[in-house]
């Protein structure tokens, strides 16, 4: 059983560095190369800072490239140095999408040799232990892209064609995507399959990886297609919060009327991503309650 405690010698260099940083047998991860050191200070730093206030002694940055893997040595940070080639498919993308289309493979290796991953994007900020909010109790654990509670978990909608008279109406489910920049993949043979499959299809189709993770992980088996038949649970949104709703509600609620402070917040609505990482750490950390009330709601100045 691939996914039962290996006791043997190390299969690979991955396993070697595991079994020092996530004797648990899960891991907080994330892909990371040179681009995140730009700045003073660097996105790198704000999220690295994170990991350590949240004490997150079971992380692992894997590392793109020899400046990240230096950066990280310097600052006390596990790492682990990646070798990859970006698929053909995805080389103009633009390179932060083709690296996040890579991820899916390197996640395939974790599972593979029977280690539960927590994989999260660099834009994030940490602000508790998330392995002490998960359930651990479906197969994928995720954050979600929408902003209110029924685009986040769900609901079922009407839909009315007049012309179709007594049989005019119908219903359909719908809800917001999960966003694939935060995950948790419980190691099994139903996520190696779900990741063997995106990376197989991100290889060979210049597609955005989270809407190939939604369409894999969601869409019915039908006719001789079959589903990886993953279950899963959506991450509390007041825990697990996108900029989207920390910016455009939460903020404008009093005070004693908000969410306690969030376990991530992702900053995955907004393109000036490092200057809105900051304000949350001063926003939830330091007790500044002003400042998030410089940031638009939107991306468009002005908006609420």
Not at 9 to 18: F, G, S, V
Not at 42 to 50: E, I, N, S, V, W
Not at 248 to 267: L, S, Y
Request: aromatic residues 12%; charged residues 25%; hydrophobic residues 35%.
């Amino acid at each position: 059983d691939r996914y039962a405690p290996y006791e043997g010698p190390a299969r690979n260099e991955l396993e070697e560095t595991l079994r020092k940083v996530a004797p648990s047998r899960e891991v907080f991860a994330a892909v990371a190369n040179k681009n995140y050191l730009w700045g003073e200070p660097p996105m790198m730093k704000t999220f690295t800072d994170g990991i350590k206030r949240a004490k997150i002694e079971n992380h692992l940055v894997l590392a793109l490239d020899d400046e990240m893997k230096a950066w990280c040595d310097q600052n006390g940070i596990n790492v682990h140095r990646l070798n990859l080639k970006l698929h053909k498919v995805q080389a103009d993308t633009g390179e932060n999408h083709a690296v996040s289309a890579m991820k899916f493979g390197i996640l395939k290796e974790f599972l593979d040799i029977g280690y539960s991953v927590l994989l999260s994007d660099v834009d994030i900020v940490v602000l508790q232990n998330p392995f002490d909010f998960l359930y651990r109790d479906h197969d994928v654990e995720g954050m979600t892209d929408g902003f209110e509670p029924r685009g986040a978990y769900g609901s079922i909608e009407g839909f009315d064609d007049p012309s179709m008279g007594w049989a005019r109406f119908a219903q359909f489910y719908k809800r917001f995507n999960m966003n694939s920049g935060l995950f948790y993949l419980r190691a099994n043979a139903r996520t190696l399959e779900l990741m063997t499959r995106l990376e197989d299809r991100l290889s060979k189709q210049k597609y955005w990886d989270q809407t190939a993770y939604n369409e894999e992980i969601f869409f019915m088996s039908h006719g001789k297609y079959k589903s990886p038949q993953v279950s899963v649970r959506i991450m509390e949104l007041d825990q697990f919060m996108n900029s989207k709703y920390l910016f455009k509600d939460v903020r404008n609620r009093p005070r004693a009327q908000q969410p306690p402070m969030p376990v991530t917040v992702h900053i995955n609505y907004h393109p000036d991503k490092h200057e809105r990482m900051l304000a949350v750490v001063k926003y939830y950390v330091d007790g500044d309650g002003d400042a998030l009330k410089s940031f638009p709601g939107g991306s468009e100045p002005g908006q609420r």
